[in-house]
């Protein structure tokens, strides 16, 4: 059974931090793996992606501020937010590509207050 769990999203003042994180299970051949997110409103966006090698590709709107990483023995990615901004607010989506098909995430909320 295929799963993609995301978790770390929350509340959080302007300038502070949070660690999201994706879980894959049920899903072999992964390659690319990738944040995206959607604000109320809005369409849903590229945050961060990362190879299966580690190439990492960054949004211009976090770049310097998120780190993007993933463990690929246990097929977990993670997104490292800094300096948050109350604009860096949205359900923040992981996304896992094969060669064959991608899966979505459930999302998590991420809520930045001023």
């Known amino acids: 059974q295929v799963q993609l769990v995301e978790s770390g999203g929350g509340l959080v003042q302007a300038g502070g931090s949070l660690r999201l994180s994706c879980v894959a299970s049920g899903i072999s051949g992964i390659n690319a793996m990738g944040w995206y997110r959607q604000a109320p409103g809005k369409q849903r966006e590229l945050v961060a992606t990362?190879?299966?090698?580690?190439?990492?590709n960054y949004a211009d709107s976090v770049k310097g501020r998120g780190t993007i990483s993933r463990d690929n023995a246990k097929n977990t990615m993670y997104l490292q937010m800094n300096s948050l901004k109350p604009e860096d607010t949205a359900v923040y989506y992981c996304?896992?590509?094969?060669?064959?098909?991608?899966?979505w995430g459930q999302g998590t909320q991420v809520t930045v207050s001023s």
């Open positions: 996304k896992v590509t094969t060669p064959w098909r991608a899966w």
């Open positions: 990362i190879t299966s090698g580690g190439n990492a």
